[in-house]
């Protein structure tokens, strides 16, 4: 589906979000590269990191600055502005409105809430867990009217399947947040790795269901 006019995809919030601290783009890069954090979720190469800064520098986003250090040329760093960083805390806040966008959107707020106000992380759990049960009322009352065989049952006994994982997925990562509170800083990584293969799993389905 393509996106609204002016709005960002996924992988450029979370960039803004990397960058409400000054970073080079190859450490942007890297931290979007496949294999832990937030490569996990939305990996990233460098030619199409460099791509996304250059549309939230257009946009009026990101901004370059440059060090100046002794003996050495100027460092040339990125930052999120301030309009960046608005549209980033925004979006941070707000729930996910289709169950496929746990794999991506919602991962990808569970990355920073998870680290930096894990309060938070659990109140949007509980949104979404809110959410995965209205969705499966919703099928399940399709279900009752539904053939016994054919398509449509299908179809449907697919969604709430997809459903029904999401749910017990959202109920071990709060389970797992609540332990996490006195963990080290590694904790939100560690959440993010224990997450998104299975919740991949179970979403997989979702694009097809």
Excluded at 107 to 119: M, Q, Y
Aim: hydrophobic share 40%; proline share 4%; with cysteine.
């Amino acid at each position: 589906m393509a996106r609204k006019k002016g709005s960002l995809s996924t992988p450029e919030y979370a960039i803004l979000g990397l960058l409400r601290q000054p970073m080079h783009g190859y450490q942007v890069a890297r931290e979007m590269a496949g294999g832990r954090g937030l490569g996990l979720v939305c990996p990233l190469g460098m030619s199409n990191v460099y791509f996304l800064l250059g549309n939230l520098q257009e946009r009026g986003l990101v901004q370059v600055e440059e060090r100046q250090e002794e003996r050495y040329p100027p460092r040339v760093l990125l930052r999120a502005t301030a309009a960046g960083r608005r549209a980033f805390d925004g979006w941070l806040r707000e729930p996910v409105t289709r169950l496929r966008q746990v794999r991506l959107d919602f991962l990808v707020k569970l990355f920073f809430l998870s680290r930096e106000d894990p309060a938070l992380a659990r109140e949007l759990v509980e949104v979404h867990k809110d959410f995965c049960h209205r969705y499966l009322a919703e099928w399940r009352e399709l279900a009752e009217s539904a053939d016994a065989a054919g398509f449509d049952r299908l179809a449907i006994e697919a969604k709430i399947a997809v459903g029904e994982g999401t749910l017990r997925w959202l109920e071990q990562c709060g389970r797992s947040l609540a332990a996490d509170v006195s963990g080290d800083a590694q904790a939100g990584g560690d959440t993010i790795r224990a997450a998104v293969e299975p919740t991949r799993r179970a979403l997989d389905h979702a694009e097809r269901g």
